[in-house]
């Protein structure tokens, strides 16, 4: 992304996601691959993923290369 800062500023806790991650993290989000439940707002770098939140993303990378239709939800970080 252009400008990960201003992508990351997204996330309450952005200052918690580590300098080697900043950017992959930012271009996940831009792509619309995060799925932040319950709150959108906090990315929770230091938590271990669910299969949910893996499978959620995984599907909004297929949904990203056009192999299945996008789901509308509010969890979805944009």
């Not at 400008?3 to 952005?14: F, H, M, R, V, W």
């Not at 271009?27 to 707002?41: D, S």
Request: hydrophobic content about 40%; cysteine-free; overall charge positive.
């Amino acid at each position: 992304p252009t400008s990960p800062t201003k992508i990351l500023n997204t996330y309450q806790d952005a200052k918690e996601i580590p300098a080697y991650a900043r950017n992959k993290v930012a271009a996940a989000t831009e792509n619309g691959l995060v799925i932040n439940y319950p709150n959108p707002k906090v990315f929770a770098p230091n938590k271990e993923a669910t299969r949910a939140e893996v499978a959620a993303m995984i599907h909004q990378a297929l949904v990203l290369i056009g192999r299945l239709d996008k789901v509308p939800s509010q969890k979805i970080v944009q």
